[in-house]
């Protein structure tokens, strides 16, 4: 292993100008005759917009335009689109309701915007906005996704709210497999809302230049050509050709910047309509008003067990709320990313789930960090562990009893896992955890009156996503491969242009480690290029784990070109024949002889080309690929958490985390330990503080930082991370992607290692101080009471 | 945010001119509970009267029977006075319990108690001590100083200058943080000073800082934390919201209370 | 409009701005020093935390005139010239930022936390003492192992307001 190369933890290139302040995020760009944007948003959950009055607004000081939604339509800009098609059980498709940028006849949501103010200055818009008159016309709000079937209507086009009623499985044979059980374990659990709050906000730039007929959009984007591509063809804002999206540094995404969002909409079109350039940046209260949350699932779910203790099968009905539109992927998240999860790590024979989505009046839910995945795992890994309760029955044990152990391995839920080792992942995390010693740390803890617990959670996830033509098979609208382009400039040095995107990963320095590993040459001299339609050829961007996986294999593969075609000019260069020439270590040389031409000679002789014709060889040195996975990828580990409980306050203390996780082949150990312990983070965060609430009338009641509960430092622990490694069969680098897995491990983990401790069979998350000590409460009363 | 004057006073006297002539004015002092509800445009003064001029606001004395501290005093210097951990350790463990770093760099003594959040630390310290606020014009009793959320005893043309605690040889606080903002969940002042007994609880109650007269009566007998068992507050009194129910906050009530009663009879 | 004047990363500054701007503002938008960046609108998050006569503050949450006539440093002024300071060092090498966004926030609050607490910190204090600073990507944990490693780098720094009372 070289310093620089796969497998060394590389001290991140791109920390430099973070760590000095100049970084480049989409507010720190300031572009000549900038004007400011400000949306008055819908303050009522549901209601029938009457009128709207601009005249005293357009008047005010500073003002070049209030544009509402009819003016939109006007201008024949169209709807924001979902682009993963879902059909229900009788084959209807999904019930996609109109989402204009800007509210027309109706709000749905408390923030959905209705007017924009654009103004010499903020406060100027801020000021103007007052002005504008809104009568609106209230509605009846629908909150709760379990009562929206059949509550007041939300859409002209889902007249239950049902968006559609999907299944996976075979709901025949499950059914039989559960009559046969000598056990069945049930559940109902509620998987709670989460708002994603990168702590970089949203903001976009819109800018139309009159002599090109072209805009520029600078946003806080994780996969600018999916916003250039939805923007031109559905929104119909310009060609493709002409606009350009640029997404700059990007502080953090989790999920939420990958959708097309009304704002960077508005502010497109808005820059055209005034002839100058449009800037918005959101505010934390917007943030939570419309950046989209995650999960929100209720759940009931049964797990079927023979007399030992093997899975006969597993049934889940899910209520999925979406929000009051369908947004960018929203979809996808609780059918093929959700209920193709549910066999974990296990051989089950049947599972069936329902799963039903359904229109609310609050904020659009889609992809958060694990997406779908973590509402799985949580699914199977709870009923593993209150399964093995109360079967009495070790739940190590119950684990190891039910693992796939070959491979591959089809699961009755479309996915074929391809390799893994569940059992090593298990054993190498409890020997880290101490497993063994458990029983004296609770019975120390017990005489200092705490309660102690301790919770699995051996979670698989599919990543990489993924093949093409099997996403396209299921829905999706877009094909999910990913390109790379990699320019060897005449003195050597190198530029990889890749489609996907970078806001966190470190995608500049292990994209390099891949080059310089492979090209010998120092990663001082790689550049890696993303962010930027105009400079990058079309890509599909960052989320599910999939940099790795899908983006580094296309650039593996454009380097496999580059290679070969350096091979042909260093054949002339030496004259000898081309299936003589070797390449290692930054050094090309003739099998049999002492020649050897250096990785810069070849780049240089590849460009001045002198030493071949252009029939025989085309000068210059570039090349490109489009990567399409063979399969998804499946990551998978065992994190387990060790709780402290104070029985008279329900303050829970996580102790000890242990976390091992199976990622395939790692490119930077340092940057996806650094992954975990994120992911690990905000999975603690929706299992113990967090949780976006609205009230019964859809009014959101966590706002802000003062009432949404953020895991800070003192919330935490630090991390016990452990690895071990089956390489993944389907893509070049062996890799399996790690973004995801601890917000996808931890909630279950967690979960199971409360309600041990407190002795309870279920806890609703977030389980905070209040719900514990309700629950320890309700069972040790005394406990609670000091 | 709106349009607003500034004003920048170098005496007290020239701060209550300018408040008497501008009934819209705002006092700033450390600005951490003003200038974020400014920010949303939910307070729109017409003008601010910035105190960091004003001479003579800031600074901590202490004296042999009380501890007197300067409005204008930051959280973090109340934190760090060797004097006050030496004559009181109770009040100086106050502030530092307050926000984050930052809102204790910050923050000032008088500007938390003339807002009077019904979360703040420091009206449970005033009160738990029977602390007297001193003011351009006159010195207030705590007792009748706090007058529910966000509403005290303040005329609008007064200025707090400083705040006189009286020392207590036992005393504790103990807080319970609210989750997501780090105000008090639950903050309870017990302090024992001669046979004066002063149970406060900032954070738990549905109207501000109150005297917990239960705890008060109970404490009589024995300053101590068992003498509290089986005294309860009535969840009716409590406040209520998604963190913390009215049953969960009377409990804390009594944990807190037993605890920063540990302190004060350890210390 | 009031005029404002101050030294900011050495260099003495001076403009007419609203009294409504803040300091975070005056920094981002009339310096062009955009490094200190806003992440919320309640004082919470502490990116935009920057040193004031040596004290670390929320600049969203200052008027620019507050500070007027006082020495600023950003985290574009904390490095000596081309020589990163010790905390910069530390978080680069302990892998303590992914996306960046709070980072600034997060080095300026550290490099005073030791100036305030000393060099020789524990976990449990670097974790209470972050809690006016959020971070979205890391867990925190090697953001504690970044400050715990660049305060001993720092010992013996103890910060302009100490030196210049002494």
């Known amino acids: ?786 | ?267 | 409009m009031p005029t404002v004047s101050m030294t900011v990363n050495g260099k003495p500054v001076s403009a007419d701005v609203d009294s409504r701007t803040l300091l975070v503002q005056f920094l981002r938008e009339n310096l062009r020093l955009t490094g200190t960046h806003v992440g919320c609108d309640t004082s919470q998050c502490g990116a935009c935390v920057v040193h004031v006569d040596g004290v670390a503050l929320k600049s969203c949450t200052t008027f620019a005139w507050q500070v007027e006539g006082a020495n600023v440093t950003t985290i574009e002024g904390l490095a000596d010239g081309d020589k990163l300071h010790p905390m910069q060092e530390a978080f680069r090498e302990n892998h303590g930022l992914q996306c960046g966004f709070c980072t600034p926030g997060m080095i300026m609050s550290a490099v005073e936390m030791v100036w305030r607490k000393g060099s020789d910190l524990d976990e449990q204090t670097i974790r209470e003492e972050l809690d006016g600073n959020l971070c979205r990507c890391t867990g925190y944990h090697n953001i504690v192992k970044a400050i715990h490693a660049g305060a001993r780098a720092m010992a013996g720094d103890r910060g302009p307001a100490r030196q210049a009372a002494e």
Not at chain 1, 353 to 375: F, I, L, Q
Request: aromatic share 8%; glycine share 10%; hydrophobic share 40%.
């Open chain 1, 1 to 786: 292993m070289s310093a620089t190369g796969i497998g060394a933890s590389v001290r991140r290139k791109e920390d430099f100008r973070f760590i000095t302040g100049k970084g480049h995020y989409t507010d720190d760009i300031s572009r000549p005759g900038q004007t400011y944007a400000y949306f008055l948003r819908s303050p009522h959950a549901h209601a029938k917009i009457k009128r709207i009055d601009k005249a005293a607004a357009e008047k005010m000081p500073g003002v070049l335009g209030v544009l509402d939604g009819a003016e939109m339509q006007a201008d024949k800009i169209g709807n924001l689109i979902c682009g993963w098609m879902i059909h229900s059980k009788d084959g209807s498709p999904m019930k996609m309701a109109p989402h204009p940028a800007l509210a027309v006849g109706k709000v749905c949501y408390v923030g959905d915007p209705v007017v924009v103010v654009v103004a010499e200055t903020l406060a100027q818009a801020k000021d103007a906005a007052e002005k504008v008159v809104v009568d609106y016309e209230e509605l009846p709000a629908v909150v709760d996704c379990a009562k929206a079937k059949g509550a007041t209507q939300i859409h002209e086009v889902a007249s239950d709210n049902v968006i559609f009623d999907w299944h996976l499985g075979d709901k025949a044979k499950t059914d039989v497999a559960f009559a046969s059980a000598k056990h069945v374990t049930k559940l109902d659990i509620y998987n709670n809302r989460l708002a994603p709050n990168a702590i970089e906000p949203r903001a976009a730039i819109g800018e139309y230049d009159t002599g090109s007929e072209s805009f520029t959009l600078w946003n806080t984007s994780q996969n600018p050509h999916v916003a250039r591509l939805v923007i031109a063809a559905f929104v119909g804002m310009a060609p493709e050709n002409k606009l350009r999206v640029i997404a700059p540094d990007v502080g953090g995404g989790f999920g939420s910047k990958i959708f097309i969002y009304n704002e960077e909409v508005v502010a497109l079109w808005a820059s055209k309509r005034v002839g100058r350039p449009v800037k918005w940046t959101a505010e934390r209260s917007e943030s939570f008003l419309n950046d989209a949350h995650g999960r929100d699932h209720a759940t009931h779910a049964e797990m079927a067990f023979d007399a030992d203790g093997k899975i006969l099968g597993l049934r889940a009905h899910t209520i999925a709320n979406l929000g009051a539109y369908m947004s960018t992927f929203s979809s996808s998240v609780p059918t093929y990313l959700y209920a193709t999860l549910l066999s974990g790590q296990y051989a089950i024979p049947q599972i069936y789930c329902e799963v039903d989505a359904v229109y609310t009046n609050t904020a659009p839910v889609d992809a958060y960090r694990g997406a779908g995945r973590p509402e799985a795992a949580f699914v199977v890994e709870r009923l593993m562990e209150v399964g093995a309760r109360e079967m009495g029955i070790d739940p190590a044990d119950l684990r190891r009893r039910n693992f796939v152990k070959s491979f591959p391995h089809q699961t009755p839920v479309i996915m074929a896992y391809d390799t893994g080792d569940f059992d090593a992942s298990l054993k190498k995390a409890m020997e880290l955890a101490d497993y063994k010693n458990f029983g004296k740390r609770k019975r120390e803890a017990e005489r200092r009156g705490k309660l102690r617990g301790i919770g699995f959670s051996a979670y698989i996830e599919a990543c990489g996503i993924a093949p093409s033509q099997a996403v396209g098979s299921l829905g999706a609208g877009v094909g999910l491969w990913e390109s790379a382009e990699v320019r060897v400039n005449p003195t050597g040095s190198v530029e990889v242009l890749t489609g996907s995107h970078a806001h966190g990963q470190g995608h500049e320095t292990t994209f390099a480690q891949l080059v310089s590993e492979r090209l010998g040459i120092p990663i001082e001299s790689i550049s890696i290029v993303h962010g930027d339609t105009d400079k990058v050829q079309f890509g599909m961007g960052t989320y599910g784990s999939r940099s790795g996986a899908v983006g580094m294999s296309a650039i593996v593969k454009a380097l496999d070109k580059v290679e070969a075609k350096a091979k042909k000019v260093a054949a002339h260069m030496m004259e000898a024949a081309e299936g003589d020439i070797e390449f290692k270590d930054g050094k090309f040389t003739v099998a049999g002889t002492d020649k050897s031409a250096a990785w810069g000679d070849v780049a240089l002789n590849a460009y001045i080309a002198h030493k071949f014709s252009g029939q025989e060889l085309e000068p210059g040195l570039k090349e490109g690929a489009f990567y399409d996975p063979t399969n998804f990828t499946f990551p998978a580990g065992c994190h387990i958490c060790e709780v402290e409980i104070d029985p008279t306050t329900g303050v829970t203390e996580i102790v000890n985390w242990s976390a091992v996780d199976d990622f395939g082949v790692v490119i930077n150990p340092m940057i996806v330990e650094g992954q975990v312990h994120g992911g690990v983070a905000q999975g603690i965060g929706q299992a113990m503080i967090e949780h976006a609430i609205y009230d019964d009338n859809g009014q959101p009641v966590t706002g802000s930082f003062m009432d949404y509960a953020m895991p800070r430092a003192h919330n935490l622990p630090s991390f016990k991370v452990g690895m071990t490694t089956t390489k993944c069969p389907s893509n070049p680098l062996g890799m399996k992607g790690c973004g995801e897995a601890g917000a996808i491990a931890a909630p279950a983990a967690v979960i199971n290692a409360i309600t041990d401790a407190i002795g309870t069979e279920n806890i609703a998350m977030p389980a905070n101080a209040a719900t514990v000590w309700a629950a320890i409460q309700k069972i040790q009363p005394r406990a609670a009471a000091e």
């Open chain 2, 1 to 267: 945010m709106y349009a607003f004057e500034v004003h920048r006073p170098t005496t007290v006297r020239q701060a209550v001119n300018l408040l008497a002539k501008n009934p819209e004015a705002k006092l700033l002092a450390g600005g951490h509970s003003l200038v974020p509800v400014m920010k949303m445009r939910l307070a729109s003064p017409s003008a601010l009267i910035d105190l960091s001029k004003v001479e003579g606001l800031s600074g901590i004395e202490v004296g042999s029977r009380s501890v007197t501290i300067g409005a204008m005093t930051r959280h973090r210097d109340v934190a760090r006075s060797p004097e006050l951990h030496q004559a009181m350790p109770a009040l100086a463990s106050v502030p530092d319990s307050i926000g984050d770093p930052h809102v204790r760099n910050r923050g000032t003594i008088g500007g938390s108690i003339a807002n009077n959040d019904p979360n703040a630390d420091y009206p449970a310290a005033c009160l738990g001590l029977g602390a007297t606020i001193i003011t351009n014009k006159r010195k207030i009793p705590a007792d009748e100083y706090f007058q529910g959320m966000f509403d005290t005893a303040l005329e609008p043309d007064e200025i707090i200058t400083k705040v006189s605690f009286p020392i207590a040889k036992k005393a504790g606080y103990e807080k319970f943080k609210h989750p997501a903002s780090g105000f008090a969940l639950v903050g309870v002042f017990v302090s024992k000073r001669g046979s004066e007994i002063r149970v406060a609880v900032t954070g738990a109650g549905a109207n501000g800082v109150f005297r917990a007269t239960a705890f008060e009566e109970a404490l009589k007998k024995r300053f101590h934390p068992k003498s509290l068992d089986g005294v309860t507050l009535l969840p009716d009194l409590m406040n209520s919201d998604i963190h913390a129910g009215k049953d969960y906050r009377a409990h804390l009530v009594g944990v807190m209370a037993r605890r920063a009663l540990a302190k004060a009879v350890a210390g």
